[in-house]
Protein backbone atom coordinates (compact mmCIF):
# COMPACT_ATOMS: atom_id res chain seq x y z
CA UNK A 1 0.00 0.00 0.00
CA UNK A 2 1.24 3.45 -0.82
CA UNK A 3 0.84 5.75 2.08
CA UNK A 4 1.45 9.29 1.27
CA UNK A 5 2.35 12.25 3.57
CA UNK A 6 0.92 15.71 3.48
CA UNK A 7 1.06 18.24 6.32
CA UNK A 8 -0.65 21.48 7.06
CA UNK A 9 0.98 24.51 9.13
CA UNK A 10 1.29 28.66 8.17
CA UNK A 11 4.49 29.67 7.22
CA UNK A 12 5.05 33.39 7.91
CA UNK A 13 7.53 34.96 5.56
CA UNK A 14 9.03 31.43 4.53
CA UNK A 15 8.53 29.18 2.07
CA UNK A 16 9.79 25.64 0.46
CA UNK A 17 9.64 23.72 3.73
CA UNK A 18 11.41 20.39 3.44
CA UNK A 19 13.40 17.69 5.82
CA UNK A 20 16.70 17.69 5.51
CA UNK A 21 18.73 15.03 3.54
CA UNK A 22 19.26 13.68 6.85
CA UNK A 23 16.34 14.14 8.58
CA UNK A 24 14.44 11.09 10.64
CA UNK A 25 11.15 10.08 10.43
CA UNK A 26 8.83 9.38 13.70
CA UNK A 27 5.39 8.19 13.37
CA UNK A 28 3.22 7.61 16.29
CA UNK A 29 4.65 5.84 19.27
CA UNK A 30 7.98 6.78 17.65
CA UNK A 31 8.37 3.85 15.07
CA UNK A 32 11.52 5.11 13.54
CA UNK A 33 12.64 5.18 9.88
CA UNK A 34 15.93 5.80 10.56
CA UNK A 35 18.66 6.54 7.53
CA UNK A 36 18.89 8.35 4.33
CA UNK A 37 15.76 9.18 2.26
CA UNK A 38 16.71 6.41 -0.42
CA UNK A 39 17.30 3.46 1.63
CA UNK A 40 14.83 4.56 4.36
CA UNK A 41 13.34 1.55 6.08
CA UNK A 42 11.38 0.47 8.49
CA UNK A 43 10.51 -3.24 9.57
CA UNK A 44 7.98 -4.13 12.47
CA UNK A 45 7.23 -7.16 13.51
CA UNK A 46 3.54 -8.05 15.10
CA UNK A 47 3.70 -9.26 19.14
CA UNK A 48 0.65 -11.84 18.38
CA UNK A 49 0.89 -13.22 14.56
CA UNK A 50 4.63 -12.50 14.38
CA UNK A 51 4.07 -11.36 10.91
CA UNK A 52 6.36 -8.71 9.45
CA UNK A 53 5.38 -5.05 8.28
CA UNK A 54 7.86 -3.07 6.62
CA UNK A 55 7.58 1.08 4.95
CA UNK A 56 10.19 2.41 2.34
CA UNK A 57 10.41 5.56 0.50
CA UNK A 58 8.99 5.25 -2.43
CA UNK A 59 11.57 5.74 -4.73
CA UNK A 60 10.28 7.19 -7.76
CA UNK A 61 8.76 9.85 -5.41
CA UNK A 62 10.88 13.30 -4.86
CA UNK A 63 10.45 15.20 -1.39
CA UNK A 64 7.88 18.03 -1.98
CA UNK A 65 8.56 21.53 -0.11
CA UNK A 66 5.37 22.83 1.55
CA UNK A 67 5.03 26.47 -0.64
CA UNK A 68 3.51 29.51 1.00
CA UNK A 69 0.90 30.20 -1.70
CA UNK A 70 -1.33 26.92 -0.18
CA UNK A 71 -0.51 28.50 3.43
CA UNK A 72 -3.12 26.80 5.59
CA UNK A 73 -3.71 24.06 3.39
CA UNK A 74 -2.66 20.09 2.69
CA UNK A 75 0.34 19.49 1.03
CA UNK A 76 2.59 16.18 0.15
CA UNK A 77 5.50 16.09 1.60
CA UNK A 78 6.75 12.37 0.95
CA UNK A 79 5.15 9.16 -0.08
CA UNK A 80 5.67 5.58 1.52
CA UNK A 81 5.22 2.21 0.38
CA UNK A 82 4.23 0.23 3.32
CA UNK A 83 3.65 -3.82 3.95
CA UNK A 84 1.89 -5.08 6.47
CA UNK A 85 1.44 -1.85 8.69
CA UNK A 86 0.01 1.78 8.46
CA UNK A 87 1.95 4.61 9.56
CA UNK A 88 0.09 7.09 11.64
CA UNK A 89 0.32 10.14 13.63
CA UNK A 90 3.19 11.62 11.87
CA UNK A 91 5.88 13.85 14.36
CA UNK A 92 8.04 16.22 12.95
CA UNK A 93 11.06 16.79 14.78
CA UNK A 94 14.62 18.48 13.88
CA UNK A 95 16.34 19.22 10.81
CA UNK A 96 14.10 20.88 8.14
CA UNK A 97 14.81 23.73 5.99
CA UNK A 98 13.18 26.33 4.36
CA UNK A 99 13.73 29.69 2.92
CA UNK A 100 13.00 33.38 3.02
CA UNK A 101 9.81 33.98 0.90
CA UNK A 102 11.15 38.06 0.55
CA UNK A 103 15.16 37.45 0.87
CA UNK A 104 17.18 34.50 -0.20
CA UNK A 105 18.57 33.81 3.23
CA UNK A 106 18.06 29.68 4.40
CA UNK A 107 17.07 28.12 7.63
CA UNK A 108 18.32 24.86 8.00
CA UNK A 109 18.28 23.92 11.22
CA UNK A 110 14.36 24.43 12.00
CA UNK A 111 13.57 22.39 14.94
CA UNK A 112 9.49 21.63 15.05
CA UNK A 113 9.92 19.22 17.44
CA UNK A 114 7.24 21.56 19.73
CA UNK A 115 5.17 22.19 16.64
CA UNK A 116 6.33 25.90 16.01
CA UNK A 117 9.61 27.99 14.96
CA UNK A 118 10.06 31.57 14.61
CA UNK A 119 13.00 33.61 13.80
CA UNK A 120 14.01 36.62 12.61
CA UNK A 121 15.75 37.46 8.79
CA UNK A 122 18.20 39.36 9.17
CA UNK A 123 17.61 40.25 5.16
CA UNK A 124 14.26 40.74 4.65
CA UNK A 125 13.62 42.92 8.15
CA UNK A 126 10.69 40.77 8.71
CA UNK A 127 9.99 38.00 11.53
CA UNK A 128 9.42 34.39 10.27
CA UNK A 129 7.87 31.54 11.56
CA UNK A 130 6.15 28.46 11.38
CA UNK A 131 2.99 27.95 13.41
CA UNK A 132 -0.20 25.96 12.91
CA UNK A 133 -2.11 29.24 13.54
CA UNK A 134 -5.80 27.79 12.17
CA UNK A 135 -5.24 24.76 14.15
CA UNK A 136 -7.69 24.79 17.49
CA UNK A 137 -5.59 22.13 19.10
CA UNK A 138 -2.01 23.88 18.19
CA UNK A 139 -3.86 26.37 21.14
CA UNK A 140 -5.56 24.15 23.69
CA UNK A 141 -1.84 22.22 23.83
CA UNK A 142 -0.38 26.11 23.61
CA UNK A 143 -2.20 27.27 26.45
CA UNK A 144 -1.70 24.28 28.46
CA UNK A 145 1.87 25.38 28.76
CA UNK A 146 1.33 29.61 28.42
CA UNK A 147 -0.20 31.19 31.01
CA UNK A 148 0.00 34.87 29.67
CA UNK A 149 1.17 36.04 25.87
CA UNK A 150 -0.17 39.62 24.71
CA UNK A 151 -0.10 39.34 21.53
CA UNK A 152 0.18 42.25 18.89
CA UNK A 153 -0.52 45.41 21.22
CA UNK A 154 -1.30 46.24 25.14
CA UNK A 155 -4.07 48.20 26.44
CA UNK A 156 -1.89 51.02 26.75
CA UNK A 157 -0.79 51.41 22.91
CA UNK A 158 -4.22 51.59 21.99
CA UNK A 159 -6.33 53.15 24.47
CA UNK A 160 -6.13 56.39 23.40
CA UNK A 161 -6.91 55.51 20.10
CA UNK A 162 -10.03 53.46 20.69
CA UNK A 163 -11.50 55.33 23.68
CA UNK A 164 -13.78 57.50 21.56
CA UNK A 165 -15.10 53.97 20.02
CA UNK A 166 -16.38 52.61 23.70
CA UNK A 167 -18.89 53.32 26.24
CA UNK A 168 -18.23 52.46 29.68
CA UNK A 169 -21.89 51.77 30.26
CA UNK A 170 -22.64 49.05 27.09
CA UNK A 171 -21.52 45.40 26.99
CA UNK A 172 -18.12 45.09 25.07
CA UNK A 173 -17.69 41.61 23.05
CA UNK A 174 -14.05 40.49 22.60
CA UNK A 175 -13.77 37.74 20.43
CA UNK A 176 -10.41 35.27 20.71
CA UNK A 177 -9.61 36.66 24.15
CA UNK A 178 -6.65 34.11 24.43
CA UNK A 179 -4.66 34.90 27.71
CA UNK A 180 -4.13 38.79 27.40
CA UNK A 181 -4.22 41.41 30.13
CA UNK A 182 -6.64 43.28 27.85
CA UNK A 183 -9.75 42.84 29.75
CA UNK A 184 -8.35 43.33 32.74
CA UNK A 185 -7.14 46.89 31.86
CA UNK A 186 -9.75 47.56 30.06
CA UNK A 187 -12.19 47.02 33.43
CA UNK A 188 -9.56 48.84 35.42
CA UNK A 189 -9.85 51.50 32.63
CA UNK A 190 -13.43 51.57 33.86
CA UNK A 191 -15.32 49.39 30.67
CA UNK A 192 -16.11 47.23 33.25
CA UNK A 193 -18.74 44.77 31.39
CA UNK A 194 -16.70 42.50 28.79
CA UNK A 195 -17.73 39.42 27.62
CA UNK A 196 -14.93 37.32 26.57
CA UNK A 197 -14.95 34.74 23.62
CA UNK A 198 -12.02 31.85 22.90
CA UNK A 199 -12.29 28.27 21.30
CA UNK A 200 -9.84 26.79 23.44
CA UNK A 201 -11.32 25.44 26.52
CA UNK A 202 -8.01 25.01 28.21
CA UNK A 203 -7.68 29.18 28.15
CA UNK A 204 -11.17 29.72 29.29
CA UNK A 205 -11.22 27.91 32.26
CA UNK A 206 -8.06 29.44 33.01
CA UNK A 207 -9.27 32.85 32.73
CA UNK A 208 -11.76 31.83 34.87
CA UNK A 209 -10.18 31.07 37.65
CA UNK A 210 -7.24 33.89 36.98
CA UNK A 211 -10.20 36.61 37.48
CA UNK A 212 -11.35 35.14 40.90
CA UNK A 213 -8.19 35.22 42.08
CA UNK A 214 -6.96 39.10 41.17
CA UNK A 215 -7.83 40.78 44.63
CA UNK A 216 -9.64 43.17 42.56
CA UNK A 217 -13.60 42.96 41.38
CA UNK A 218 -13.62 41.68 37.99
CA UNK A 219 -17.17 40.40 37.82
CA UNK A 220 -18.37 42.22 35.08
CA UNK A 221 -16.01 40.15 32.95
CA UNK A 222 -17.23 36.82 31.75
CA UNK A 223 -15.81 33.68 29.71
CA UNK A 224 -16.96 31.57 27.17
CA UNK A 225 -16.10 29.05 24.85
CA UNK A 226 -17.10 29.42 21.39
CA UNK A 227 -16.43 29.17 17.47
CA UNK A 228 -16.06 32.60 16.23
CA UNK A 229 -16.91 31.11 13.04
CA UNK A 230 -19.40 28.98 13.97
CA UNK A 231 -23.08 30.21 15.09
CA UNK A 232 -21.73 32.66 17.36
CA UNK A 233 -24.78 34.04 18.59
CA UNK A 234 -25.54 30.89 20.04
CA UNK A 235 -23.38 30.56 22.97
CA UNK A 236 -23.81 34.26 23.75
CA UNK A 237 -25.19 35.52 26.78
CA UNK A 238 -26.59 39.10 25.27
CA UNK A 239 -27.72 39.52 21.72
CA UNK A 240 -26.96 42.89 19.67
CA UNK A 241 -23.59 44.04 20.73
CA UNK A 242 -22.49 47.78 20.27
CA UNK A 243 -18.76 47.23 20.18
CA UNK A 244 -16.36 44.46 19.04
CA UNK A 245 -12.88 43.78 19.76
CA UNK A 246 -10.54 41.42 18.72
CA UNK A 247 -7.00 41.50 18.86
CA UNK A 248 -5.09 39.16 16.14
CA UNK A 249 -8.08 36.42 16.03
CA UNK A 250 -8.93 38.07 12.25
CA UNK A 251 -4.94 36.93 11.35
CA UNK A 252 -5.30 33.50 12.58
CA UNK A 253 -8.48 33.13 11.07
CA UNK A 254 -6.74 35.07 7.62
CA UNK A 255 -4.25 31.68 7.82
CA UNK A 256 -6.86 29.15 7.14
CA UNK A 257 -8.50 31.41 4.16
CA UNK A 258 -8.17 30.41 0.57
CA UNK A 259 -8.09 32.85 -2.33
CA UNK A 260 -11.42 34.26 -1.81
CA UNK A 261 -10.80 34.92 1.89
CA UNK A 262 -14.07 32.73 2.87
CA UNK A 263 -13.30 32.42 6.75
CA UNK A 264 -12.69 36.02 6.73
CA UNK A 265 -15.32 36.51 5.14
CA UNK A 266 -17.42 33.91 7.27
CA UNK A 267 -16.30 35.40 10.71
CA UNK A 268 -17.35 39.28 9.35
CA UNK A 269 -20.73 37.46 9.01
CA UNK A 270 -21.02 36.25 12.70
CA UNK A 271 -19.89 39.29 13.61
CA UNK A 272 -22.13 40.80 12.10
CA UNK A 273 -25.07 38.71 13.46
CA UNK A 274 -24.33 40.05 16.92
CA UNK A 275 -24.50 43.12 16.63
CA UNK A 276 -26.66 46.47 16.07
CA UNK A 277 -26.78 48.73 13.50
CA UNK A 278 -23.99 51.35 13.20
CA UNK A 279 -21.73 48.84 16.09
CA UNK A 280 -18.11 49.39 16.05
CA UNK A 281 -15.40 46.25 15.23
CA UNK A 282 -12.15 47.51 16.74
CA UNK A 283 -10.22 45.13 14.92
CA UNK A 284 -6.17 44.97 15.34
CA UNK A 285 -3.76 43.18 12.72
CA UNK A 286 -0.24 42.70 11.43
CA UNK A 287 -1.52 42.99 8.19
CA UNK A 288 -1.91 46.22 6.85
CA UNK A 289 -4.10 44.67 4.42
CA UNK A 290 -7.12 43.09 6.18
CA UNK A 291 -10.04 43.25 4.30
CA UNK A 292 -14.20 42.73 6.37
CA UNK A 293 -15.99 41.92 3.42
CA UNK A 294 -19.21 40.12 3.97
CA UNK A 295 -21.25 37.76 1.88
CA UNK A 296 -23.26 39.70 -0.88
CA UNK A 297 -26.87 38.41 0.29
CA UNK A 298 -26.41 40.32 3.66
CA UNK A 299 -28.24 43.64 4.18
CA UNK A 300 -25.61 44.89 6.49
CA UNK A 301 -21.74 45.05 5.76
CA UNK A 302 -18.63 46.37 7.46
CA UNK A 303 -17.42 49.92 6.31
CA UNK A 304 -13.44 50.37 7.33
CA UNK A 305 -13.58 53.87 8.56
CA UNK A 306 -10.26 54.26 9.52
CA UNK A 307 -6.93 52.07 9.86
CA UNK A 308 -4.28 53.38 12.49
CA UNK A 309 -0.72 52.73 12.36
CA UNK A 310 0.89 52.02 15.85
CA UNK A 311 4.67 51.89 15.53
CA UNK A 312 6.51 48.76 17.95
CA UNK A 313 9.63 48.48 18.94
CA UNK A 314 10.55 44.54 19.45
CA UNK A 315 12.69 44.08 22.50
CA UNK A 316 15.91 42.96 20.33
CA UNK A 317 16.08 45.57 17.60
CA UNK A 318 19.17 46.15 16.11
CA UNK A 319 19.96 50.20 15.65
CA UNK A 320 18.60 51.09 12.45
CA UNK A 321 16.22 48.01 12.00
CA UNK A 322 13.30 49.06 9.59
CA UNK A 323 10.03 50.28 12.07
CA UNK A 324 7.32 47.67 12.70
CA UNK A 325 3.95 48.82 12.57
CA UNK A 326 0.46 47.16 13.75
CA UNK A 327 -3.02 48.51 12.46
CA UNK A 328 -6.08 49.05 14.27
CA UNK A 329 -8.81 48.86 12.11
CA UNK A 330 -12.52 51.03 12.96
CA UNK A 331 -14.97 49.21 11.03
CA UNK A 332 -18.46 50.46 11.32
CA UNK A 333 -21.64 48.50 10.62
CA UNK A 334 -23.56 50.16 7.89
CA UNK A 335 -26.72 49.32 5.68
CA UNK A 336 -25.97 48.26 1.98
C1 LIG B 1 -3.25 35.26 18.08
S1 LIG B 1 -4.15 34.75 19.47
C2 LIG B 1 -4.65 36.30 20.17
C3 LIG B 1 -5.01 36.19 21.64
C4 LIG B 1 -5.36 37.52 22.32
N1 LIG B 1 -6.44 38.19 21.64
C5 LIG B 1 -4.17 38.45 22.41
O1 LIG B 1 -4.19 39.49 21.73
O2 LIG B 1 -3.23 38.15 23.13
C6 LIG B 1 -5.65 34.16 18.70
C7 LIG B 1 -6.67 33.63 19.69
O3 LIG B 1 -7.86 33.33 18.98
C8 LIG B 1 -8.37 32.08 19.38
N2 LIG B 1 -9.11 31.56 18.21
C9 LIG B 1 -8.61 31.19 17.01
N3 LIG B 1 -9.61 30.84 16.18
C10 LIG B 1 -10.76 30.99 16.86
C11 LIG B 1 -12.13 30.81 16.54
N4 LIG B 1 -12.51 30.36 15.33
N5 LIG B 1 -13.05 31.08 17.49
C12 LIG B 1 -12.68 31.52 18.72
N6 LIG B 1 -11.40 31.71 19.09
C13 LIG B 1 -10.45 31.46 18.17
C14 LIG B 1 -7.14 31.27 19.78
O4 LIG B 1 -7.48 30.23 20.65
C15 LIG B 1 -6.28 32.35 20.42
O5 LIG B 1 -6.59 32.50 21.76
Not at 275 to 288: G, H, K, L, M, P
Request: net charge negative.
Amino acid sequence: MVASLYIKTDLENVTDLAPTDDCEWYFKDIYEISGSRGSASLVMRCKFCKREGTAQFEPSFKIKKYNIEQNGKFQQIAQFDCRGLELVDFQPRDSWLAKGAESDTVFNDIDLSEGEWAEYDEKSGEPVGIIPFHERDYWESRFKKEKHFEWLLTWKDIQSEVETYLNKSENILHLGCGNSELPFDMSDAGYKRIVNIDYAETVIRRMKAVTQEKQKDYSGLSWYTGDCLNNLISFLPHENYTTVIDKSLVDTIACSDDNLQSNTKKFADQVLQVTTVNAVWISISFSNERIYNTSPSSTFYWKTEKKIPIEVHQENDKPGAPAIYYYIYINKKVQK
